[in-house]
């Protein structure tokens, strides 16, 4: 079992910056793929950002390409998410996910969810 708990979320003016944390327990967390995820209102969630297990391999949404950035540290069970010129659309629940599948798997293979952590972006 993995629990894991997101934090950094919070209220940002466009074109500002957060970066938000997952932090993760239990079993072995380098042997997880991580992503972070969101779901705006009335919307399906999105894949925003995926890391492979060693850090080596990265992969974003169009959408955040340039402006958001993934890593994780194995030796803190962490994984992060920062994020620059940020735009009122970015506006979401983020959650991050664990799975132990390959990496570019889709959301429904992922094994462990975080509660979410709301991101606001006004204009």
């Known amino acids: 079992q993995v629990q894991l708990v997101e934090s950094g979320g919070g209220l940002v003016q466009a074109g500002g910056s957060l970066k938000l944390s997952c932090a993760a327990s239990?079993?072995?967390?380098?042997?997880?793929?991580m992503s972070w995820f969101r779901q705006a209102t009335g919307q399906e969630r999105e894949l925003v950002a995926a890391?492979?297990?060693?850090?080596?391999?990265?992969d974003y949404a169009d959408s955040v390409k340039g402006r958001f950035t993934i890593s994780r540290d194995n030796a803190k069970n962490t994984v992060y998410l920062q994020m620059n010129s940020l735009k009122p659309e970015d506006t979401a629940v983020y959650y991050c996910?664990?799975?132990?599948?390959?990496?570019?798997?889709?959301?429904?293979?992922?094994?462990?969810w975080g509660q979410g952590t709301q991101v606001t972006v006004s204009s």
């Open positions: 239990g079993r072995t967390f380098s042997g997880y793929v």
């Open positions: 996910a664990a799975g132990v599948g390959y990496f570019g798997m889709a959301a429904r293979d992922y094994t462990y």
């Open positions: 890391i492979s297990r060693s850090g080596a391999g990265t």
